[in-house]
T-cell receptor, first 116, second 111 residues
Framework: GAGVSQSPSNKVTEKGKDVELRCDPI?????LYWYRQSLGQGLEFLIY????????KSGLPSDRFSAERTGGSVSTLTIQRTQQEDSAVYLC??????????????FGPGTRLLVL | TQLLEQSPQFLSIQEGENLTVYCNSS?????LQWYRQEPGEGPVLLVT?????EVKKLKRLTFQFGDARKDSSLHITAAQPGDTGLYLC???????????FGEGTQLTVNP
């Protein structure tokens, strides 16, 4: 079966431009996460969607960042007026999260964003 | 404040050596996981530990969850170049809560 896919795989943009990053989760997974990862570093949580609940946006670094998840499936992360410090790998993960279980997150390959 | 502290941050060793990576916290975790990430890919789950004192083995990798469920370790025996990658620990504070990831340990095994 298909895993988590992300597009584009690489994106180079100019400072001040807007970018949209896409994530297609594993079919049937109720939870979807966005993380940011700087070179060789750990994962910085950005935002989390679970079913029809309001998203947990507590990790978004500024109001230039936003995300939506349409129809409980595909998600788009939008960065407005990009800055050079936004350059990083943006990872998406999905899981079949239950209220009392141990969760396994399945990650996509990431989108490498470079802001010039 | 980082809930999960990993050490060392970087580790470069020769093929055949043994190594241990640590994941520590002042908080108790309901479960703890270890992921491995290769260049250009997303992290992949290696193991989940849920019981204090639990030890799990995956070929040459041994994972241990501390008795108090505040720390964990990953031990690799006779490391191989294919073990090279970023190792991440991740914990859930309560059953069903989302994961918190550590900063990762970048392991390089030289042939």
């Amino acid at each position: 079966g298909a895993g988590v896919s992300q597009s584009p795989s690489n994106k180079v943009t100019e400072k001040g431009k807007d970018v949209e990053l896409r994530c297609d989760p594993i079919s049937g997974h109720t939870a979807l996460y966005w993380y940011r990862q700087s070179l060789g570093q750990g994962l910085e949580f950005l935002i989390y969607f679970q079913g029809n609940s309001a998203p947990d946006k507590s990790g978004l670094p500024s109001d230039r960042f936003s995300a939506e998840r349409t129809g409980g499936s595909v998600s788009t992360l939008t960065i407005q007026r990009t800055q050079q410090e936004d350059s990083a790998v943006y990872l998406c993960a999905s899981s079949l999260r239950t209220s009392g279980g141990v969760e396994t997150q399945y990650f996509g390959p990431g989108t490498r964003l470079l802001v010039l | 404040t980082q809930l999960l502290e990993q050490s060392p941050q970087f580790l470069s060793i020769q093929e055949g050596e043994n190594l241990t990576v640590y994941c520590n916290s002042s908080s108790v975790f309901s479960s703890l996981q270890w992921y491995r990430q290769e260049p250009g890919e997303g992290p992949v789950l290696l193991v989940t530990v849920v019981t204090g004192g639990e030890v799990k083995k995956l070929k040459r990798l041994t994972f241990q969850f501390g008795d108090a469920r505040k720390d964990s370790s990953l031990h690799i025996t006779a490391a191989q170049p294919g073990d090279t990658g970023l190792y991440l620990c991740a914990g859930a504070r309560t059953s069903g809560s989302r994961l918190t990831f550590g900063e990762g340990t970048q392991l390089t095994v030289n042939p």
